[in-house]
Protein backbone atom coordinates (compact mmCIF):
# COMPACT_ATOMS: atom_id res chain seq x y z
CA UNK A 1 0.00 0.00 0.00
CA UNK A 2 1.12 3.83 -0.75
CA UNK A 3 -0.67 5.31 2.01
CA UNK A 4 2.01 6.30 4.26
CA UNK A 5 3.75 8.53 1.01
CA UNK A 6 0.77 10.18 1.44
CA UNK A 7 1.71 13.10 3.69
CA UNK A 8 4.47 13.31 1.72
CA UNK A 9 2.53 15.35 -1.10
CA UNK A 10 4.00 18.25 -3.44
CA UNK A 11 3.19 21.18 -1.93
CA UNK A 12 1.55 23.62 -4.82
CA UNK A 13 -0.12 25.86 -2.38
CA UNK A 14 2.39 26.41 0.49
CA UNK A 15 0.93 27.30 3.50
CA UNK A 16 0.60 31.08 4.39
CA UNK A 17 -0.61 30.97 8.03
CA UNK A 18 0.30 28.13 9.91
CA UNK A 19 3.76 27.02 9.58
CA UNK A 20 4.93 23.44 8.33
CA UNK A 21 5.00 21.67 11.24
CA UNK A 22 1.54 22.52 13.08
CA UNK A 23 0.82 19.53 14.39
CA UNK A 24 -3.59 19.76 14.40
CA UNK A 25 -3.35 16.08 15.24
CA UNK A 26 -3.11 17.71 19.32
CA UNK A 27 -5.53 19.00 20.59
CA UNK A 28 -3.30 21.44 22.44
CA UNK A 29 -2.08 22.80 18.63
CA UNK A 30 -5.22 22.68 17.58
CA UNK A 31 -6.81 24.87 20.24
CA UNK A 32 -3.99 27.46 20.22
CA UNK A 33 -5.40 28.14 16.38
CA UNK A 34 -8.53 28.24 17.37
CA UNK A 35 -7.40 30.89 20.20
CA UNK A 36 -5.29 33.43 17.75
CA UNK A 37 -8.55 33.45 15.34
CA UNK A 38 -10.63 33.95 18.00
CA UNK A 39 -8.69 37.21 19.76
CA UNK A 40 -7.38 38.56 16.19
CA UNK A 41 -8.52 42.24 16.43
CA UNK A 42 -10.71 43.01 12.41
CA UNK A 43 -10.19 46.67 12.28
CA UNK A 44 -11.05 46.80 8.40
CA UNK A 45 -12.64 45.01 5.94
CA UNK A 46 -8.78 44.06 4.45
CA UNK A 47 -8.50 42.14 7.91
CA UNK A 48 -11.55 40.26 7.32
CA UNK A 49 -10.24 38.95 4.12
CA UNK A 50 -6.94 38.07 5.18
CA UNK A 51 -8.88 36.40 8.39
CA UNK A 52 -11.33 34.57 6.37
CA UNK A 53 -7.77 33.16 4.41
CA UNK A 54 -6.27 31.94 7.32
CA UNK A 55 -9.22 30.16 8.51
CA UNK A 56 -9.74 28.47 5.42
CA UNK A 57 -6.27 27.45 5.50
CA UNK A 58 -6.59 26.71 8.93
CA UNK A 59 -10.22 24.33 8.02
CA UNK A 60 -7.96 22.93 4.79
CA UNK A 61 -4.91 21.25 7.15
CA UNK A 62 -7.60 19.99 9.37
CA UNK A 63 -10.10 18.19 7.26
CA UNK A 64 -7.08 17.08 5.28
CA UNK A 65 -5.98 15.45 8.91
CA UNK A 66 -9.09 13.78 9.28
CA UNK A 67 -9.79 12.57 5.20
CA UNK A 68 -5.92 10.63 5.90
CA UNK A 69 -7.17 9.06 9.20
CA UNK A 70 -9.91 7.91 8.05
CA UNK A 71 -8.68 6.49 4.91
CA UNK A 72 -6.86 4.69 6.24
CA UNK A 73 -9.12 2.91 8.70
CA UNK A 74 -11.46 2.07 5.52
CA UNK A 75 -8.12 0.93 3.93
CA UNK A 76 -7.51 -1.15 7.08
CA UNK A 77 -10.58 -1.97 9.41
CA UNK A 78 -9.20 -4.58 11.03
CA UNK A 79 -6.09 -2.80 12.41
CA UNK A 80 -6.64 -1.42 15.91
CA UNK A 81 -4.25 0.61 16.56
CA UNK A 82 -5.48 2.59 12.82
CA UNK A 83 -8.98 2.18 14.06
CA UNK A 84 -8.16 4.17 17.52
CA UNK A 85 -6.52 7.12 15.89
CA UNK A 86 -9.58 7.79 13.67
CA UNK A 87 -11.32 7.47 16.76
CA UNK A 88 -9.03 9.76 18.57
CA UNK A 89 -9.38 12.08 15.81
CA UNK A 90 -13.46 12.38 16.29
CA UNK A 91 -13.23 12.60 19.84
CA UNK A 92 -10.21 14.77 20.77
CA UNK A 93 -9.83 16.86 17.34
CA UNK A 94 -13.22 17.13 15.39
CA UNK A 95 -15.84 17.50 18.06
CA UNK A 96 -14.64 19.85 20.64
CA UNK A 97 -13.40 21.56 16.55
CA UNK A 98 -16.99 22.28 15.84
CA UNK A 99 -18.25 24.73 18.86
CA UNK A 100 -15.07 26.78 17.77
CA UNK A 101 -15.48 26.69 14.37
CA UNK A 102 -19.36 28.04 16.01
CA UNK A 103 -17.62 30.76 17.53
CA UNK A 104 -15.28 31.83 14.57
CA UNK A 105 -18.91 31.96 12.21
CA UNK A 106 -20.61 33.95 14.74
CA UNK A 107 -17.58 36.36 15.06
CA UNK A 108 -17.42 36.73 10.79
CA UNK A 109 -21.07 37.29 11.15
CA UNK A 110 -20.83 40.13 14.00
CA UNK A 111 -18.03 41.92 12.19
CA UNK A 112 -19.00 45.08 11.35
CA UNK A 113 -17.09 45.18 8.11
CA UNK A 114 -18.54 42.22 6.91
CA UNK A 115 -21.04 44.58 5.10
CA UNK A 116 -18.29 46.35 3.66
CA UNK A 117 -17.57 43.00 1.62
CA UNK A 118 -18.33 42.60 -2.32
CA UNK A 119 -21.49 41.35 -1.84
CA UNK A 120 -21.00 38.87 -5.40
CA UNK A 121 -18.24 37.53 -3.93
CA UNK A 122 -19.85 36.70 -0.53
CA UNK A 123 -23.50 35.71 -1.09
CA UNK A 124 -23.11 32.39 -0.93
CA UNK A 125 -20.76 32.09 1.86
CA UNK A 126 -23.24 34.31 4.08
CA UNK A 127 -26.26 32.44 3.15
CA UNK A 128 -24.39 29.17 4.15
CA UNK A 129 -22.88 31.29 7.22
CA UNK A 130 -26.13 32.12 8.45
CA UNK A 131 -28.07 28.50 7.86
CA UNK A 132 -24.81 27.33 10.43
CA UNK A 133 -25.59 29.54 12.52
CA UNK A 134 -29.53 29.21 12.99
CA UNK A 135 -28.48 25.05 13.02
CA UNK A 136 -26.20 25.27 15.29
CA UNK A 137 -26.63 23.71 19.09
CA UNK A 138 -23.96 22.74 21.39
CA UNK A 139 -25.91 19.66 22.63
CA UNK A 140 -26.01 18.15 18.80
CA UNK A 141 -21.93 18.27 19.30
CA UNK A 142 -21.26 15.09 21.45
CA UNK A 143 -24.71 13.54 19.18
CA UNK A 144 -22.67 14.07 16.33
CA UNK A 145 -20.02 12.48 17.30
CA UNK A 146 -21.91 9.25 18.37
CA UNK A 147 -23.17 8.86 15.12
CA UNK A 148 -19.52 9.48 13.71
CA UNK A 149 -18.85 6.17 16.21
CA UNK A 150 -21.30 4.60 14.82
CA UNK A 151 -20.88 4.44 11.22
CA UNK A 152 -17.28 3.40 11.49
CA UNK A 153 -19.16 0.16 13.40
CA UNK A 154 -21.09 -0.19 10.34
CA UNK A 155 -17.57 0.38 8.36
CA UNK A 156 -16.30 -2.05 10.30
CA UNK A 157 -19.51 -4.96 10.22
CA UNK A 158 -19.79 -4.57 6.61
CA UNK A 159 -16.31 -5.05 6.00
CA UNK A 160 -15.96 -8.10 8.16
CA UNK A 161 -18.39 -10.23 6.38
CA UNK A 162 -16.95 -12.77 4.17
CA UNK A 163 -17.89 -16.66 3.16
CA UNK A 164 -16.23 -20.05 2.65
CA UNK A 165 -16.56 -20.73 -1.14
CA UNK A 166 -14.98 -22.63 -3.61
CA UNK A 167 -12.12 -23.82 -1.07
CA UNK A 168 -11.16 -19.79 -0.47
CA UNK A 169 -12.29 -17.02 2.18
CA UNK A 170 -14.02 -14.70 0.36
CA UNK A 171 -15.56 -11.13 0.44
CA UNK A 172 -18.93 -10.24 -0.18
CA UNK A 173 -17.17 -7.84 -2.96
CA UNK A 174 -15.88 -10.43 -4.23
CA UNK A 175 -18.61 -12.76 -4.38
CA UNK A 176 -20.30 -10.15 -6.68
CA UNK A 177 -17.58 -11.88 -9.63
CA UNK A 178 -20.10 -15.50 -9.57
CA UNK A 179 -23.31 -13.60 -10.26
CA UNK A 180 -22.18 -13.20 -13.75
CA UNK A 181 -21.30 -16.65 -14.63
CA UNK A 182 -23.59 -18.77 -17.48
CA UNK A 183 -23.99 -21.35 -15.31
CA UNK A 184 -27.50 -20.72 -13.12
CA UNK A 185 -27.20 -23.42 -10.25
CA UNK A 186 -24.12 -21.55 -9.22
CA UNK A 187 -25.44 -18.43 -9.20
CA UNK A 188 -28.03 -18.79 -6.86
CA UNK A 189 -25.45 -20.55 -4.62
CA UNK A 190 -23.41 -17.86 -4.79
CA UNK A 191 -26.36 -15.27 -4.33
CA UNK A 192 -27.96 -17.62 -1.35
CA UNK A 193 -24.62 -17.78 0.35
CA UNK A 194 -23.93 -14.17 0.39
CA UNK A 195 -27.49 -13.16 1.17
CA UNK A 196 -27.76 -15.78 3.79
CA UNK A 197 -24.32 -14.39 5.33
CA UNK A 198 -25.77 -10.61 5.12
CA UNK A 199 -29.10 -11.85 6.68
CA UNK A 200 -27.47 -13.63 9.46
CA UNK A 201 -26.39 -10.04 10.78
CA UNK A 202 -29.83 -8.79 9.73
CA UNK A 203 -30.48 -7.62 14.22
CA UNK A 204 -26.75 -6.46 14.27
CA UNK A 205 -27.69 -3.62 10.99
CA UNK A 206 -31.04 -3.03 12.35
CA UNK A 207 -29.56 -2.61 16.00
CA UNK A 208 -27.02 -0.21 14.75
CA UNK A 209 -29.50 1.87 12.88
CA UNK A 210 -31.92 1.90 15.45
CA UNK A 211 -29.35 4.09 17.30
CA UNK A 212 -28.31 6.36 14.87
CA UNK A 213 -32.47 6.90 14.44
CA UNK A 214 -32.57 7.75 18.12
CA UNK A 215 -30.14 9.94 17.92
CA UNK A 216 -30.89 11.66 14.40
CA UNK A 217 -34.48 12.52 16.01
CA UNK A 218 -32.54 14.20 19.25
CA UNK A 219 -30.80 16.21 17.01
CA UNK A 220 -33.52 17.43 14.97
CA UNK A 221 -35.58 18.67 18.07
CA UNK A 222 -32.94 19.93 19.48
CA UNK A 223 -32.35 22.35 16.37
CA UNK A 224 -35.83 22.97 16.82
CA UNK A 225 -37.19 20.58 13.98
CA UNK A 226 -40.77 18.61 14.13
CA UNK A 227 -38.45 15.96 12.03
CA UNK A 228 -35.32 15.09 11.31
CA UNK A 229 -36.26 15.16 7.48
CA UNK A 230 -36.71 19.39 7.81
CA UNK A 231 -33.32 19.57 9.75
CA UNK A 232 -31.41 17.71 6.73
CA UNK A 233 -33.08 20.14 4.19
CA UNK A 234 -31.71 22.67 6.29
CA UNK A 235 -28.54 21.19 6.92
CA UNK A 236 -27.65 20.37 3.34
CA UNK A 237 -28.44 23.49 2.22
CA UNK A 238 -31.09 22.76 0.00
CA UNK A 239 -32.33 26.09 -1.04
CA UNK A 240 -33.17 25.24 -4.57
CA UNK A 241 -35.43 22.34 -4.40
CA UNK A 242 -37.49 20.82 -1.20
CA UNK A 243 -39.14 17.62 0.04
CA UNK A 244 -42.52 18.32 -2.59
CA UNK A 245 -39.49 18.24 -5.56
CA UNK A 246 -37.87 15.00 -4.30
CA UNK A 247 -41.69 13.51 -4.22
CA UNK A 248 -42.26 14.57 -8.15
CA UNK A 249 -39.17 12.74 -8.96
CA UNK A 250 -40.48 9.58 -7.28
CA UNK A 251 -43.65 9.69 -8.87
CA UNK A 252 -41.66 10.42 -12.67
CA UNK A 253 -39.41 7.47 -11.57
CA UNK A 254 -42.45 5.04 -11.33
CA UNK A 255 -44.13 6.43 -14.40
CA UNK A 256 -41.49 7.26 -17.02
CA UNK A 257 -38.77 4.77 -16.06
CA UNK A 258 -40.27 1.96 -14.47
CA UNK A 259 -42.12 0.73 -17.33
CA UNK A 260 -38.22 0.51 -19.55
CA UNK A 261 -36.90 -1.25 -16.65
CA UNK A 262 -39.95 -3.65 -17.06
CA UNK A 263 -39.09 -3.90 -21.01
CA UNK A 264 -35.63 -4.28 -19.89
CA UNK A 265 -36.23 -7.17 -17.92
CA UNK A 266 -39.09 -8.75 -19.81
CA UNK A 267 -36.59 -8.92 -23.13
CA UNK A 268 -33.86 -10.14 -20.80
CA UNK A 269 -36.16 -13.15 -19.49
CA UNK A 270 -37.17 -13.83 -22.98
CA UNK A 271 -33.29 -14.00 -23.73
CA UNK A 272 -32.91 -16.81 -21.22
CA UNK A 273 -35.40 -18.73 -21.78
CA UNK A 274 -37.37 -18.17 -18.23
CA UNK A 275 -40.56 -18.19 -17.21
CA UNK A 276 -39.29 -16.05 -13.54
CA UNK A 277 -36.70 -13.71 -13.58
CA UNK A 278 -35.32 -14.59 -9.99
CA UNK A 279 -32.73 -12.03 -8.12
CA UNK A 280 -29.42 -14.25 -9.14
CA UNK A 281 -30.72 -13.65 -12.88
CA UNK A 282 -29.65 -9.97 -13.41
CA UNK A 283 -26.45 -9.54 -13.73
CA UNK A 284 -25.24 -12.47 -16.15
CA UNK A 285 -25.33 -11.70 -20.03
CA UNK A 286 -29.08 -12.52 -20.88
CA UNK A 287 -27.68 -14.28 -24.27
CA UNK A 288 -25.47 -16.58 -22.26
CA UNK A 289 -21.61 -15.14 -23.16
CA UNK A 290 -19.43 -15.35 -20.69
CA UNK A 291 -18.74 -12.59 -18.00
CA UNK A 292 -16.71 -9.52 -19.12
CA UNK A 293 -13.44 -9.72 -17.60
CA UNK A 294 -11.74 -6.79 -18.59
CA UNK A 295 -8.51 -7.24 -16.15
CA UNK A 296 -7.05 -9.67 -13.95
CA UNK A 297 -4.90 -7.78 -12.15
CA UNK A 298 -5.36 -3.65 -10.97
CA UNK A 299 -1.96 -2.55 -12.74
CA UNK A 300 -4.14 -3.40 -16.22
CA UNK A 301 -7.43 -1.61 -14.87
CA UNK A 302 -5.43 1.56 -13.76
CA UNK A 303 -3.60 1.68 -17.74
CA UNK A 304 -6.67 0.96 -19.45
CA UNK A 305 -8.74 3.85 -17.40
CA UNK A 306 -5.57 6.39 -17.97
CA UNK A 307 -5.76 5.43 -21.99
CA UNK A 308 -10.09 6.36 -21.68
CA UNK A 309 -9.28 9.49 -19.67
CA UNK A 310 -7.10 10.41 -21.85
CA UNK A 311 -9.26 9.88 -25.27
CA UNK A 312 -12.09 12.10 -23.27
CA UNK A 313 -9.77 14.75 -23.24
CA UNK A 314 -5.66 14.62 -22.78
CA UNK A 315 -5.57 16.57 -19.26
CA UNK A 316 -8.21 13.57 -18.04
CA UNK A 317 -5.79 11.23 -18.83
CA UNK A 318 -2.72 13.07 -17.48
CA UNK A 319 -3.80 13.95 -13.70
CA UNK A 320 -5.06 10.26 -13.67
CA UNK A 321 -1.55 9.14 -14.22
CA UNK A 322 -0.34 11.67 -11.78
CA UNK A 323 -2.28 10.06 -8.85
CA UNK A 324 -1.14 7.05 -9.47
CA UNK A 325 2.55 8.23 -9.65
CA UNK A 326 1.77 9.86 -5.77
CA UNK A 327 -0.21 7.04 -4.80
CA UNK A 328 -3.54 7.97 -4.62
CA UNK A 329 -5.40 5.08 -5.46
CA UNK A 330 -6.36 2.09 -3.11
CA UNK A 331 -8.22 -0.18 -5.64
CA UNK A 332 -8.12 -4.06 -4.52
CA UNK A 333 -10.43 -5.79 -2.43
CA UNK A 334 -8.89 -7.78 0.31
CA UNK A 335 -10.18 -8.76 3.77
CA UNK A 336 -10.55 -6.24 6.48
CA UNK A 337 -11.12 -3.41 3.93
CA UNK A 338 -14.39 -1.41 4.40
CA UNK A 339 -16.97 -2.24 1.37
CA UNK A 340 -17.92 0.32 -1.63
CA UNK A 341 -15.71 3.21 -3.15
CA UNK A 342 -15.12 6.75 -2.78
CA UNK A 343 -12.97 9.93 -3.94
CA UNK A 344 -11.95 11.72 -0.81
CA UNK A 345 -10.20 15.30 -1.58
CA UNK A 346 -6.75 15.54 0.76
CA UNK A 347 -8.39 19.81 1.33
CA UNK A 348 -4.72 21.09 1.80
CA UNK A 349 -2.94 19.27 -0.82
CA UNK A 350 -5.84 20.33 -3.61
CA UNK A 351 -5.44 16.31 -4.67
CA UNK A 352 -7.78 13.66 -4.90
CA UNK A 353 -7.90 10.25 -3.40
CA UNK A 354 -9.37 6.84 -4.79
CA UNK A 355 -10.78 4.08 -2.92
CA UNK A 356 -12.51 1.03 -4.11
CA UNK A 357 -12.51 -2.55 -4.20
CA UNK A 358 -11.86 -4.16 -8.13
CA UNK A 359 -12.17 -8.13 -8.42
CA UNK A 360 -11.96 -8.20 -12.25
CA UNK A 361 -15.20 -6.84 -12.88
CA UNK A 362 -16.95 -4.52 -15.65
CA UNK A 363 -18.24 -2.87 -12.66
CA UNK A 364 -15.12 -2.26 -11.35
CA UNK A 365 -14.39 -0.22 -14.69
CA UNK A 366 -17.36 1.71 -14.41
CA UNK A 367 -16.71 2.28 -10.52
CA UNK A 368 -13.05 3.94 -11.50
CA UNK A 369 -14.36 6.11 -13.91
CA UNK A 370 -16.92 7.09 -11.96
CA UNK A 371 -14.51 8.12 -9.03
CA UNK A 372 -12.28 9.68 -11.68
CA UNK A 373 -15.21 12.13 -13.30
CA UNK A 374 -14.82 13.22 -8.89
CA UNK A 375 -10.88 13.43 -9.04
CA UNK A 376 -11.01 15.48 -12.12
CA UNK A 377 -13.39 17.84 -10.27
CA UNK A 378 -11.27 18.14 -7.93
CA UNK A 379 -8.40 19.28 -10.14
CA UNK A 380 -10.17 21.42 -12.13
CA UNK A 381 -11.45 23.60 -8.78
CA UNK A 382 -8.39 23.45 -7.08
CA UNK A 383 -7.30 27.01 -7.72
CA UNK A 384 -10.49 28.80 -6.68
CA UNK A 385 -8.90 30.74 -3.80
CA UNK A 386 -11.53 31.12 -1.37
CA UNK A 387 -11.59 27.64 0.01
CA UNK A 388 -15.24 26.99 0.65
CA UNK A 389 -15.91 27.46 -2.80
CA UNK A 390 -14.05 24.90 -4.16
CA UNK A 391 -16.24 22.08 -3.24
CA UNK A 392 -19.72 22.29 -5.96
CA UNK A 393 -22.73 21.09 -3.98
CA UNK A 394 -23.18 17.43 -3.69
CA UNK A 395 -26.02 17.13 -6.45
CA UNK A 396 -23.22 18.53 -9.02
CA UNK A 397 -19.97 16.71 -8.00
CA UNK A 398 -22.32 13.43 -8.89
CA UNK A 399 -23.31 15.25 -12.52
CA UNK A 400 -19.15 15.23 -12.52
CA UNK A 401 -18.64 11.54 -11.70
CA UNK A 402 -21.64 10.06 -14.09
CA UNK A 403 -21.05 12.28 -16.64
CA UNK A 404 -17.27 10.86 -16.84
CA UNK A 405 -19.10 7.24 -17.36
CA UNK A 406 -21.04 8.39 -20.15
CA UNK A 407 -18.55 9.91 -22.00
CA UNK A 408 -15.92 6.98 -21.52
CA UNK A 409 -18.13 4.58 -23.37
CA UNK A 410 -17.02 5.56 -26.92
CA UNK A 411 -13.28 5.01 -25.61
CA UNK A 412 -13.88 1.05 -24.31
CA UNK A 413 -11.86 -0.38 -26.81
CA UNK A 414 -8.58 0.19 -24.54
CA UNK A 415 -9.66 -2.47 -22.03
CA UNK A 416 -12.13 -4.57 -24.79
CA UNK A 417 -10.38 -5.22 -28.24
CA UNK A 418 -13.34 -6.75 -29.13
CA UNK A 419 -15.57 -4.38 -30.26
CA UNK A 420 -18.54 -6.49 -29.21
CA UNK A 421 -17.82 -6.71 -26.23
CA UNK A 422 -17.16 -2.96 -25.21
CA UNK A 423 -20.86 -2.72 -26.95
CA UNK A 424 -22.14 -5.54 -24.32
CA UNK A 425 -20.14 -3.24 -21.86
CA UNK A 426 -22.13 0.28 -22.47
CA UNK A 427 -25.64 -2.01 -23.13
CA UNK A 428 -24.81 -3.07 -19.40
CA UNK A 429 -24.16 0.93 -18.24
CA UNK A 430 -27.03 2.34 -19.88
CA UNK A 431 -29.48 -0.47 -18.76
CA UNK A 432 -27.31 0.22 -15.24
CA UNK A 433 -28.15 3.53 -15.53
CA UNK A 434 -32.10 3.37 -16.38
CA UNK A 435 -32.32 0.27 -13.39
CA UNK A 436 -30.49 3.01 -10.59
CA UNK A 437 -32.52 5.45 -10.98
CA UNK A 438 -35.86 3.69 -9.56
CA UNK A 439 -33.75 2.36 -7.14
CA UNK A 440 -32.46 6.18 -6.02
CA UNK A 441 -36.28 6.83 -5.91
CA UNK A 442 -36.42 3.88 -3.41
CA UNK A 443 -34.07 4.93 -1.12
CA UNK A 444 -34.91 8.57 -1.07
CA UNK A 445 -38.53 7.86 -0.06
CA UNK A 446 -37.83 5.13 2.45
CA UNK A 447 -36.04 8.07 4.02
CA UNK A 448 -38.71 10.11 3.73
CA UNK A 449 -41.19 7.92 5.60
CA UNK A 450 -38.41 6.56 8.07
CA UNK A 451 -37.54 10.42 9.30
CA UNK A 452 -41.48 11.13 9.04
CA UNK A 453 -42.59 8.35 11.21
CA UNK A 454 -40.89 8.83 14.57
CA UNK A 455 -41.95 5.81 17.13
CA UNK A 456 -42.03 3.41 13.54
CA UNK A 457 -40.94 -0.36 14.53
CA UNK A 458 -38.86 -2.66 12.43
CA UNK A 459 -41.82 -4.34 11.00
CA UNK A 460 -43.17 -1.24 9.43
CA UNK A 461 -39.94 -0.47 8.51
CA UNK A 462 -39.56 -3.74 6.75
CA UNK A 463 -43.09 -3.36 5.43
CA UNK A 464 -42.50 0.31 3.56
CA UNK A 465 -39.28 -0.99 2.31
CA UNK A 466 -41.09 -3.74 0.71
CA UNK A 467 -43.88 -1.99 -0.78
CA UNK A 468 -41.39 0.33 -2.34
CA UNK A 469 -39.62 -2.32 -3.92
CA UNK A 470 -43.39 -3.43 -5.32
CA UNK A 471 -43.85 0.45 -6.70
CA UNK A 472 -40.72 0.66 -7.92
CA UNK A 473 -38.82 -2.28 -8.53
CA UNK A 474 -38.68 -4.75 -11.73
CA UNK A 475 -40.08 -7.69 -12.45
CA UNK A 476 -37.72 -10.36 -10.64
CA UNK A 477 -39.19 -13.08 -8.49
CA UNK A 478 -38.77 -12.71 -4.60
CA UNK A 479 -40.90 -15.80 -3.83
CA UNK A 480 -39.24 -17.32 0.06
CA UNK A 481 -36.66 -15.07 -0.16
CA UNK A 482 -38.93 -11.93 0.75
CA UNK A 483 -36.95 -11.54 4.38
CA UNK A 484 -33.96 -10.84 2.08
CA UNK A 485 -35.70 -8.32 0.16
CA UNK A 486 -37.39 -6.81 3.01
CA UNK A 487 -33.45 -6.25 4.51
CA UNK A 488 -31.91 -4.93 0.79
CA UNK A 489 -31.03 -1.99 2.13
CA UNK A 490 -29.10 -2.99 4.99
CA UNK A 491 -26.24 -2.79 2.14
CA UNK A 492 -26.80 0.56 1.19
CA UNK A 493 -24.13 2.58 3.41
CA UNK A 494 -25.83 6.01 2.26
CA UNK A 495 -28.85 5.10 4.50
CA UNK A 496 -26.65 4.31 7.77
CA UNK A 497 -24.17 6.78 7.56
CA UNK A 498 -25.58 9.87 4.55
CA UNK A 499 -28.96 10.16 5.47
CA UNK A 500 -30.54 11.99 2.68
CA UNK A 501 -27.49 11.87 0.88
CA UNK A 502 -29.30 9.50 -2.41
CA UNK A 503 -31.39 11.45 -4.24
CA UNK A 504 -28.52 13.42 -5.56
CA UNK A 505 -27.70 10.44 -7.79
CA UNK A 506 -30.87 11.10 -9.16
CA UNK A 507 -30.94 14.86 -9.62
CA UNK A 508 -27.08 14.58 -11.23
CA UNK A 509 -27.80 11.44 -13.42
CA UNK A 510 -30.64 13.34 -15.21
CA UNK A 511 -27.79 16.60 -15.39
CA UNK A 512 -25.19 13.69 -16.52
CA UNK A 513 -27.60 12.10 -19.32
CA UNK A 514 -27.92 15.90 -20.93
CA UNK A 515 -23.67 15.72 -20.95
CA UNK A 516 -24.22 12.88 -22.97
CA UNK A 517 -26.60 14.12 -25.19
CA UNK A 518 -24.10 17.48 -25.43
CA UNK A 519 -20.87 15.52 -25.91
CA UNK A 520 -22.46 13.08 -28.79
CA UNK A 521 -23.68 15.79 -30.52
CA UNK A 522 -20.26 18.01 -30.74
CA UNK A 523 -17.36 16.25 -28.65
CA UNK A 524 -14.73 19.12 -28.21
CA UNK A 525 -17.67 21.69 -27.03
CA UNK A 526 -19.49 19.11 -25.17
CA UNK A 527 -15.59 18.54 -22.91
CA UNK A 528 -15.24 22.56 -23.18
CA UNK A 529 -18.87 23.04 -20.79
CA UNK A 530 -18.49 19.90 -18.92
CA UNK A 531 -14.95 21.43 -17.47
CA UNK A 532 -16.21 24.79 -17.44
CA UNK A 533 -19.03 23.75 -15.28
CA UNK A 534 -16.48 21.56 -12.90
CA UNK A 535 -14.12 24.34 -12.56
CA UNK A 536 -16.89 26.21 -11.18
CA UNK A 537 -16.63 24.51 -8.19
CA UNK A 538 -19.18 26.03 -5.89
CA UNK A 539 -18.75 29.73 -6.60
CA UNK A 540 -22.71 30.14 -8.13
CA UNK A 541 -26.09 28.74 -7.00
CA UNK A 542 -26.94 25.34 -8.13
CA UNK A 543 -29.01 25.96 -11.12
CA UNK A 544 -26.06 28.09 -12.49
CA UNK A 545 -23.64 25.69 -12.06
CA UNK A 546 -25.34 23.36 -14.17
CA UNK A 547 -25.99 25.92 -16.98
CA UNK A 548 -22.29 26.83 -16.90
CA UNK A 549 -21.81 23.19 -17.82
CA UNK A 550 -24.49 23.57 -20.50
CA UNK A 551 -27.21 21.68 -18.88
CA UNK A 552 -30.60 22.34 -16.93
CA UNK A 553 -31.09 21.77 -13.02
CA UNK A 554 -34.61 19.79 -13.85
CA UNK A 555 -35.88 17.06 -12.79
CA UNK A 556 -39.46 16.67 -13.70
CA UNK A 557 -41.18 14.47 -15.60
CA UNK A 558 -40.88 16.12 -18.60
CA UNK A 559 -36.88 16.21 -18.26
CA UNK A 560 -37.11 12.50 -18.07
CA UNK A 561 -38.91 11.26 -20.67
CA UNK A 562 -36.87 12.27 -23.47
CA UNK A 563 -33.83 10.96 -21.95
CA UNK A 564 -34.93 8.17 -21.33
CA UNK A 565 -36.23 7.88 -25.20
CA UNK A 566 -32.72 8.36 -26.24
CA UNK A 567 -31.38 5.87 -24.20
CA UNK A 568 -33.41 3.02 -25.12
CA UNK A 569 -32.78 4.55 -28.90
CA UNK A 570 -29.13 4.40 -27.90
CA UNK A 571 -29.46 0.53 -26.77
CA UNK A 572 -31.37 -0.82 -29.78
CA UNK A 573 -28.83 0.44 -31.72
CA UNK A 574 -25.57 -1.27 -29.83
CA UNK A 575 -27.30 -4.57 -29.10
CA UNK A 576 -27.48 -5.13 -32.81
CA UNK A 577 -23.57 -4.98 -32.58
CA UNK A 578 -22.79 -6.87 -29.37
Same mark, same amino acid.
Given at each position: MALPSIPALPHDFPRRYLSRDADVGRWSSVEGIFNELQSRPLPSAPALEQWLRDLGEFQDVLNEEGSLRYIRMTCKTDDPEIEGKYLEFLEQIAEPS?? +????????????????????? &????? /????? /??????????????????????????????????????EQTLQQMGRYLESTDRPKREEA???????????????? &??????????????? /???? &?DYRDYMFRRKERFDYGPKDCEAFHESAEKAIRPLVVKIQRKRMEKMGLSLLKPWDLSVDPDGLPPLRPFEETGKLVEGCRRILGQVDPEFGDRFKEMGDLGLLDLESRKGKAPGGYQSTLSEARLPFIFMNAVGLDHDVRTLLHESGHAMHSFLSRRIAFSPYRNAPMEFCEVASMSMELMADPYLGEVYPDPRQAARSTVRHLEDVILLLPWIATVDAFQHWIYTHPGHHRGERSAYW????????????????????????? +??????????????????????????? /?? +?? &?????????????????????????????????FSLRMIEPLMAEVEGELERLEAIS
Open positions: KS +RFFALSRKYWECPYRSYLPEK &DYFLY /NRSTE /NDLALYRPENIPLETELDKLSQQYQKLSGSLTVQYEGQWRLTAERRLKEGDRFE &DLFDQMLKIRFSVAK /NSGF &DTSLRGRLGGIEDWSGLEDVRASLWH +RQLHIFELPFYYIEYGIAQLGALQVWK /NF +RK &DKKEGVRLYKQGLAAGGTQPLPEIFKSAGIHFD
